[in-house]
Nanobody, 123 residues
Framework: QVQLVESGGGLVQAGGSLRLSCAAS????????MGWFRQAPGKEREFVAS????????YYADSVKGRFTISRDNAKNTMFLQMNSLKPEDTAVYYCNAGRRGAPSGGSHGDYWGQGTQVTVSS
């Protein structure tokens, strides 16, 4: 089992940047594929990005390709999401996700979730 805590959300103007962090506790963090999802008001939770156990493979939703970068530091039990060129439509609560299967995607996710961190992008 792993516990996940997100941080780094906040209010930013369009075109700005934020860096989200997901700190994990528990056994064998490196055994978990990790990912980020987000949920905007009135919408379903959607896939944003994911990364394999060793960081060798990354995946992105089309809406964030070229703007967001996912990374992980297994020695520090932490995953990151660097968000650049933010748009108002990126406004959502962002959730960290972990699982012992393959990397999360639009059709699947791991068993463990963080509490979420709010990202608000103003026009």
């Amino acid at each position: 089992q792993v516990q996940l805590v997100e941080s780094g959300g906040g209010l930013v103007q369009a075109g700005g940047s934020l860096r989200l962090s997901c700190a994990a506790s528990g056994r064998t963090f490196s055994n978990y594929a990790m990912g980020w999802f987000r949920q905007a008001p009135g919408k379903e939770r959607e896939f944003v990005a994911s990364i394999s156990r060793t960081g060798g493979s990354t995946y992105y939703a089309d809406s964030v390709k070229g703007r967001f970068t996912i990374s992980r530091d297994n020695a520090k039990n932490t995953m990151f999401l660097q968000m650049n060129s933010l748009k108002p439509e990126d406004t959502a609560v962002y959730y960290c996700n972990a699982g012992r299967r393959g990397a999360p995607s639009g059709g699947s996710h791991g068993d463990y979730w963080g509490q979420g961190t709010q990202v608000t992008v103003s026009s």
